[in-house]
């Protein structure tokens, strides 16, 4: 899931605000009873973290001498906030809702516990091997996957149905029907995260392009297809298909969607409940979903989602590795999809007809299938800051896209010592 992109510079600044850590979790057991706090650091969005908190409530219930602090933590500060409480051994929670490409950078820091072996890990054969994928750095594993996603194209069927234009395949087509919705509807075709990095992914790949290749070393924003991505949205801005803003594009976006100003927008299944809530989508048969819009090359979009990690320094272990064998569960992944459509990463909920019947899950799945796995490097979330400033650059027209594609490469070969 992404929602942001976490400003990792602020690690050394940031106020904790938790009241409750790892270091004060009381006793692990009790005459062989689980007991004492388990702090847990949700990063769930406003429209998600009322589920989860209850959620998470269960777990007493099931260990009556446990109590679970819940903590909700904003999804852009929760990286720094993380950093900042572990290196500085003070205020870290028991476990964390970790991002995907949080897991290797913080495990290469010796910030989480390896979960091998350990009741946290419960019938892995269960779990997707692409979820897992993320949870493993160095051989070990440091998390269990909890939610998995990928982005999709939300749009209002009355406003499309009204312009006379079909949902498009490609941003061509986006680009080609914006005058008619404009024109029949008011309304700007798509809202494109010129504020998030992680919505320049699908243009890249659509391009043929992609951030890097771990394999071989190799740095790859600065091939063609990393001009032709930024060329790409420069264009869809320009020419008035798009609108775009350097800030607060997660809740602009949305706004924008609920309110009918625009007809289209590239979000996940995080941000359905959220839609579902405006007044566009009283009727909530209006809001369709479909593939992210191809490229000249290819169509892609990022695989996400979420893992449930526990602190290296957490003085209840037992507590918390139970904790997360709890939260990755099958009951409570399927009680999470019933709730919020959020998709999830063990094979056999889907099997569950709440699941399988539900309309989001029935698009969702076969997207993630298709989605384009990112580098599990320690560094993977690094890659992110120089082409969010470049995608800034392009925008306001202080840089050419090739002149974004090149310094992206630059800062990618100084972050990547032994990258070509």
Same mark, same amino acid.
């Given at each position: ?21 790892g270091? @004060? ?34 777990? *007493? ?22 950093? @900042? ?43 997707? *091997? ?15 996957? /909890?939610?998995? &996603?990928? !982005?999709? !194209? ?11 234009? =079909? ?13 008619? %919705?404009?024109?029949k ?18 243009? !890249?790949?659509? =391009? ?10 190799k ?30 594009? /997660? ?9 009918? &100003? ?8 995080? &941000? ?26 290819? /169509? ?6 979420? @893992? ?16 997360v ?9 399927? /009680? ?36 384009? *796995?990112?580098?599990? %490097?320690?560094e ?10 470049q995608?800034?650059?392009? !925008? ?7 002149q ?12 990547l010592?032994?990258?070509?």
């Open positions: 899931m992404r929602r942001g992109i976490a400003a990792t510079a602020l690690v050394a600044g940031l106020a904790l605000t938790a009241t409750a850590c270091g @004060n979790g009381g006793d692990q057991q009790s005459g062989g009873e689980l007991s004492g706090t388990v702090t847990f650091w949700d990063t769930s969005n406003d429209a998600e973290k009322a589920t989860y908190k209850k959620l998470a409530e269960g777990f *007493e219930k099931e260990h009556p001498k446990v109590h679970v602090n819940y903590v909700n933590v904003p999804f852009g500060e929760a990286n720094a906030k993380f950093k @900042n409480a572990a290196g500085g051994n003070s205020g870290a929670p028991d476990v964390m809702r970790t991002e995907v490409a949080w897991v290797a950078d913080f495990a290469n820091l010796g910030y989480l516990a390896p979960l091998d072996n350990t009741p946290a890990l419960d019938k892995n054969e269960d779990y997707l *091997e692409q979820a897992a994928g993320s949870t493993r750095f160095k051989g070990k594993t440091y998390a269990a996957p /909890q939610v998995i &996603d990928t !982005l999709g !194209l939300f749009y209002n069927k009355k406003l499309l149905k009204k312009a006379g234009v =079909e949902v498009p395949r490609t941003f061509d087509e986006l680009k080609t029907a914006a005058k008619k %919705i404009k024109s509807t008011g309304a700007t075709a798509l809202y494109l995260r010129g504020d998030d990095p992680y919505w320049f992914l699908p243009y !890249l790949y659509g =391009e043929g392009g992609d951030m890097v290749d771990a394999k071989t070393k740095v790859r924003i600065d091939d063609p297809a990393g001009v032709r991505a930024f060329a790409t949205i420069k264009d869809l801005v320009d020419s008035k298909a798009a609108v775009t803003d350097a800030t607060d594009g /997660q809740e602009n976006q949305l706004k924008a969607l609920k309110d009918g &100003d625009v007809a289209m927008a590239v979000d996940g299944p995080w &941000d359905i409940e959220g839609a579902l809530a405006g007044k566009e989508f009283k009727d909530k048969g209006n809001l369709g979903v479909a593939p992210v819009p191809g490229g000249s090359k290819a /169509q892609g979009s990022p695989q996400g989602g979420w @893992n449930l990690s526990v602190y290296a320094g957490s003085k209840n272990l037992d507590a918390s590795y139970e904790f064998k709890y939260m990755s569960s099958a009951k409570v992944q399927q /009680q999470t999809t019933e709730k919020l459509s959020l998709l999830p990463t063990r094979t056999s909920v889907y099997d569950v007809p709440s699941v399988k019947d539900n309309e989001m899950v029935k698009f969702f799945r076969p997207a993630v299938e298709k989605a384009v *796995e990112r580098p599990w %490097i320690a993977g979330n690094s890659l992110f800051e120089p082409i969010k400033v995608m800034n650059k392009v !925008l306001t027209g202080a840089a050419t896209p090739e974004a594609a090149k310094n992206t490469g630059d800062a990618y070969r100084k972050l010592k032994d990258y070509k």
